[in-house]
């Protein structure tokens, strides 16, 4: 039996303990004494062990550790520092999955045993509102009662939650509904300058100041591109917006000050009002002294980029920052809003190259982000093994990749090299490097692409995808052992790569084959490799639901059903259309005819981009 001595200062950590030992299912005979310090140590040896932390987020760390070294050595000694004051995940409610309270507890214990402190949950209109019934309406929005549980229960790990809203742009989903109208200046930002918005904000604020224990809200007022050029042009004539977005700022703060509240807000905005370029950099900034002033001084300004590969380029944009505002906080990502998987590869190769940065510049406030966008298709647990990397960054200075394989598979018994492999849904990574990020992420295209009127052929004609993922789906299936919890997400994957490898190498012959009047490659499709590719398409749809089902509310899992349905009910059609070519009942095949153009849209990530032309 082991046995918990815990100093004063740590009897509120008892509860937090039980609950972490359940998931760590080590038992031993073990005496542990457990104090507060002014550092992160643990000791096993003849004598006992020794658990010494800094904070209550930082103990749950040293636990973990603590079982970890125990289950390769009985006598070990270990020490870390903290190097980040606050971090944790961002996950995104917002794009139709909207995680199960339960299963939000589940992600706390394990981002505990990480040692992170935030969880941010991003709710543009995933809670409930009174006097505006429309405001997450058939959403699956959480009531004040469930996160008041999840706030409840993150606080006995020492992990802060607060919500991230939105109080200018991304506001689309609402904005769908009439009861929106007066306070919508576009289809996607709210009208700035509007008596009814600000009492819409204050209804917000007011409401989830009463829901969290944080005194935090994060207030977004990011991507706003089209703010104060809808009704409130027609209002109010053309204004400098960099006068409106300060003015609607403000009105937002003393919102939040009246009910005691601070704010982040991201500064994307800010950036493409006072650059030359009107970009999100600093290239001709100018930052006056009265821009400075109008800046509230309890706003923490958040820096987010995900794609910047050059360490400088980071350390310029911090400075840039710096000469705005004193409170900085910096976002990274996850890579897991394009489509059914994360990259955990480019995970670990940019966030690192961010991180790093904000280490030299002492930004100590991190964010990973956990975007969700076009339908939230990738579950939010593939995002723990990307997050992983963020713990190792706050708790060392080195070796972080080393640092979090060996964690995350204590932690969480999964296996990294899976996670890792799971990004192969993307692309081929073997090290080549791609130019743009709409090259890098083709998978989820490839997927949903018509059998016929295909956009996405171009990434074909090295013919080298099929194969990719026929490797991966075979590679995939290695992982599944005995009865892991991560089986699920295994076989998942692997049945992705199969639809993959079966519709790819449809893909990369079809056209071909039609253009040369091959009928026997074509009949060969109709016959067989449809219905093959149908079959698997099914056992695809199933899985994805089941998984959808087990982990989050319902609302949200018909975009992925009709998504999925889409792609058997065009395989059907395919099928009848080929089968009625080879047997000469019609005399072409229009979709095939067409010269096949490189897939180059400003919507790239977009399923309806993905799937027509045409209007959908």
């Known amino acids: 039996m082991i046995n918990f001595v815990f100093d004063n200062q740590s009897e509120n950590l008892k509860v937090g303990t039980d609950i ?122 959480y009531t004040k009662e469930e996160l008041m549980e999840i706030d409840k229960y993150a606080l006995q790990f020492g992990i802060e939650v607060f919500p991230a809203i939105q109080t200018l742009g991304h506001m689309e989903r609402y904005m769908h509904w009439d009861e929106s109208f007066p306070v919508r200046d576009t289809m996607h930002c709210l009208l700035s300058g509007e008596e009814k918005t600000y009492e819409f904000i204050e209804a917000m604020i007011k409401t989830l100041s009463n829901t969290f224990t944080s005194k935090v809200i994060h207030v977004g007022m ?20 960099s006068e409106i977005i300060l003015a609607h700022l403000n009105r937002v703060n003393e919102i939040a000050k009246k009910y005691d509240m601070s704010i982040h807000m991201w500064s994307d905005m800010f950036f493409r009002l006072a650059s030359k370029s009107g970009g999100y950099d600093a290239e001709g900034l100018e930052v006056s002294e009265e821009l400075k002033s109008l800046i509230p001084d309890n706003a923490t300004l958040v820096y987010w980029s995900y794609t910047e590969e ?167 299936n290695e992982y599944i052992s005995g009865d892991n919890r991560w089986n699920v997400y295994y076989s998942y994957a692997h049945q992705l790569f199969d639809v993959l490898a079966k519709k790819c190498e449809i893909a990369e012959n079809l056209r071909n084959a039609y253009l040369a009047k091959d009928l026997d490659y074509i009949k060969e499709v109709a016959e067989n490799k449809l219905d093959a590719l149908y079959k698997s398409v099914e056992i695809l749809r199933k899985q994805a639901l089941d998984l959808w089902y087990t982990n989050n509310k319902a609302f949200g899992g018909e975009v992925l059903d009709i998504r999925l349905n889409g792609l058997l009910g065009r395989i059907e059609t395919s099928k009848a259309r080929l089968s009625a070519f080879v047997n000469g009942e019609i005399e072409r095949i229009e979709e095939l005819e067409v010269e096949r153009l490189p897939f180059s849209s400003y919507n790239a990530s977009q399923y309806a981009a993905m799937v027509t032309a045409g209007i959908m």
Not at 54 to 75: G, V
Not at 132 to 140: A, Q
Not at 416 to 421: K, R
Not at 449 to 465: P, R, T, V, W
């Open 20 to 141: 972490i030992m359940k998931k760590i299912g080590i038992d031993a005979d073990l005496k542990i004494s457990v104090k507060k310090s002014d550092r992160l140590f643990i000791k096993n040896d003849a004598e006992g062990g020794s658990i010494e932390y800094i904070t209550d987020a930082s103990y749950f760390r040293m636990l973990s550790l603590f079982f970890k070294e125990y289950k390769k050595k009985n006598t070990f000694t270990y020490e870390e520092q903290i190097y980040f004051d606050k971090c944790g995940p961002m996950l995104d409610m917002s794009r139709n999955a909207v995680l199960k309270v339960e299963k939000v507890k589940d992600y706390i214990e394990y981002i505990a045993m990480m040692g992170l402190n935030r969880l941010v949950l991003y709710i543009e209109d995933i809670y409930e509102l009174k006097d505006y019934p429309y405001f997450g309406y058939m959403r699956g929005s």
């Open 310 to 476: 050059d360490e400088d380029k980071y350390t310029e944009m911090i400075k840039a920052h710096l000469k705005m505002s004193d409170n900085l906080s910096f976002a990274g990502s996850s890579f897991d809003y394009f489509g059914h998987m994360c990259d955990t590869i480019n995970t670990y190769r940019i966030t690192q190259i961010a991180l790093n940065s904000c280490k030299k510049n002492n930004v100590r406030d991190i964010y990973a982000t956990i975007w969700e966008d076009n339908g939230a298709e990738c579950d939010l647990f593939l995002s723990l093994c990307s997050v992983q990397l963020y713990a190792e960054n706050m708790y060392n200075n080195d070796n972080y990749i080393e640092h979090a394989k060996e964690n995350f598979e204590f932690i969480t018994g999964a296996s990294f090299d899976a996670f890792m492999d799971m990004s192969q849904f993307h692309n081929i990574f073997d090290g080549r490097e791609y130019k743009y990020w709409w090259i890098r992420y083709v998978g989820k295209r490839l997927l949903y692409q018509d059998i016929l009127a295909s956009l996405c052929d171009d990434y074909l004609k090295n013919g080298e995808m099929s194969a990719h993922y026929k490797h991966y789906a075979e590679k995939m």
């Open 222 to 241: 990011d991507e706003a591109f089209d703010f104060g050029l809808g009704r409130y042009l027609h209002k109010n004539g053309y204004h400098d917006r």
